[in-house]
């Protein structure tokens, strides 16, 4: 069993930036991938950024250049940079995981973009 606890959610103004962490109770060395996912009222979740092991990070087209995943993995730690904020980027966002073939996901944290 994986714990995710994401944070660093808010309110912050259009061409702002946040910084999301999901922190993970096990070795995130030990999971074949790592992703974020969002989902914005009436909307169904949506793939946001994805970080296979050993392999190429992905991003939604509608984030790239301006959302950027990192890791590290002595805190066990899962980050989301986002900069360049626009209204359309409020949602909950989610941190999840994979592990032996097992998703996992985290509870949240609420981002709103709005003047």
């Known amino acids: 069993q994986v714990q995710l606890v994401e944070s660093g959610g808010g309110l912050v103004q259009p061409g702002g930036s946040l910084r999301l962490s999901c922190a993970a109770s096990?070795?995130?060395?030990?999971?074949?991938?790592m992703y974020w996912y969002r989902q914005a009222p009436a909307k169904q979740r949506e793939w946001v950024v994805g970080?296979?092991?050993?392999?190429?990070?992905g991003y939604a087209d509608s984030v790239k250049g301006r959302f950027t995943i990192s890791s590290d993995n002595a805190k066990n730690m899962v980050y989301l940079q986002m900069n360049s904020l626009k209204p359309e980027d409020t949602a909950v966002y989610y941190c999840?995981?994979?592990?032996?073939?097992?998703?996992?996901w985290g509870q949240g944290t609420q981002v709103t973009v709005s003047s």
């Open positions: 096990g070795s995130i060395l030990s999971f074949d991938a």
């Open positions: 970080l296979p092991r050993g392999g190429s990070t």
């Open positions: 999840s995981v994979v592990l032996y073939g097992r998703r996992f």
